[in-house]
């Protein structure tokens, strides 16, 4: 049965927008973007920025029907992945920008997952000094996650999420029903951030996950157009208080990512997804939490049975461990080398330690990468 399109209102006085989610959305995306953003000229220009998975899929039906209506549009195609968010990407798109007469009336269309996301949100946060952005995610990571709350930017090497900017969307259109294409692993790696969402700030969440596995297994569209939305109020609500990550409450979102962008870092950016690695931080985390007699085990074997059965790994790979710590000293969460760690103190609520012992954490990631070390009572 479809259900209704829901609408998340993030309140950002004159950076507020809305963000749409729904079945079928993008086949009547001319009528919703032009009730969306009244702001629209009677035939607008729009750079729509995609990957080369995407737009066959939706990008290039999506710029075929918008020229249908009156809207001019120019598209650029990035390779698909994580190399994508490079600087030479961006300087091509500029470029291209420049020469397909974009001006700051045009708008970037961003229609793909997060690292088409945070490409075109730089591009569009930075030519001519920033032109609106609308984005369209098509994977579940940035349905839930890197679409929301303005955060885009590329890497440099060897350093995630480097340069950037907080560039808000003007409008976010979510089509659940892209998710049905989505690779499986891509899938699971989305589902990582929702359960992230459970255990820091969302216990019914976290019992919702529990309880509808089969339905998520299955893309259900009545039960993901839940998640979706609820994971979207949820970021709506943590970036509406916090929007430029200055009071502490945004890096709450970052639970399992210290020790996450660590191991993605340290196996090349090329064998573990980023919610992969952030199943395998949040384990982590709560095995620190226990250790710390900061979180009951109880809810740790919850989160562990939960990200199993979502087919997630949390087994850590045969990574450095020095290494590991030294990385994490240099994240850009860590304030002058000092580590910051977000660990949960009861399901639904996190919080924000400093200097947690360093030989604790190596003991902890020791057990990570071979939980049979661990002591009866953390293996219970
Ligand atoms: P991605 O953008 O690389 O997409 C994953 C793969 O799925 C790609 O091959 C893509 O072409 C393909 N794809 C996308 N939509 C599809 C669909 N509907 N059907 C079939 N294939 C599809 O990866 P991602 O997981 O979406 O995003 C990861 C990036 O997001 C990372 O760079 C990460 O740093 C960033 N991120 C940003 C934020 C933020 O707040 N800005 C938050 C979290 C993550
Ligand atoms: N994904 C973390 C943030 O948006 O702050």
């Not at 953003?37 to 290039?60: K, M, Q």
């Amino acid at each position: 049965m479809a259900c209704e399109m829901q609408t998340i209102r993030v309140e950002l006085g004159e950076r507020s927008y809305s963000i749409d989610i729904g079945a079928a959305l993008l086949s009547r995306a001319h009528e919703i973007l032009r009730g969306a953003w009244s702001h629209f000229p009677a035939a607008p220009h729009a750079v729509l920025i995609t990957d080369h998975h995407v737009a066959p899929l939706f990008a290039d039906p999506l710029a075929n029907q918008l020229t249908t209506h009156g809207w001019r549009i120019s598209t650029f195609v990035v390779p698909a992945g994580e190399s994508s968010k490079a600087l030479a990407a961006v300087g091509r798109l500029w470029e291209d920008l420049l020469a397909c007469g974009a001006d700051r009336h045009s708008v970037v269309l961003a229609v793909g997952g997060g690292v088409v996301g945070d490409l075109a949100g730089f591009v569009a946060a930075t030519y001519t000094r920033g032109i609106p952005l609308i984005q369209v995610p098509t994977t579940l990571l940035a349905q839930v996650d890197s679409s929301v709350g303005g955060k885009v930017g590329i890497n440099l090497p060897g350093s995630k999420n480097m340069v950037g900017a907080f560039w808000q969307p003007r409008y976010v259109l979510i089509d659940t029903e892209t998710l049905r294409t989505l690779p499986e692993r891509e899938y699971r790696a989305g589902l990582a951030e929702v359960v992230k969402y459970g255990v820091i700030m969302d216990e019914d969440l976290f019992a919702y996950l529990e309880t509808h596995l089969d339905f998520i297994q299955r893309r259900d569209p009545e039960v993901m157009q839940h998640i979706v939305t609820r994971c979207c109020r949820l970021k709506a609500d943590v970036v509406e208080i916090d929007e430029r990550e200055e009071t502490g409450r945004r890096a709450i979102l970052n639970y399992g990512h210290t020790f996450g962008h660590a191991l993605e870092a340290l196996t090349g950016y090329d064998q573990l997804l980023h919610g992969e690695a952030v199943a395998m931080g949040m384990d982590a985390a709560a095995r620190l939490a226990v250790a710390l007699g900061r979180w009951d085990a109880a809810c740790w074997q919850r989160q562990r049975r939960l990200l199993e059965a979502l087919g997630l790994p949390q087994r850590w790979p045969q990574v450095d461990l020095p290494q590991v710590m030294q990385v994490m000293q240099h994240d850009k969460k860590s304030a002058q080398g000092a580590l910051r760690l977000i660990l949960p103190s009861r399901l639904g609520h996190v919080e924000l330690v400093r200097d947690v012992e360093p030989s604790l954490i190596h003991r902890v990631m020791r057990e990570c990468q071979d939980p049979s070390s661990a002591s009866p009572a953390a293996r219970s």
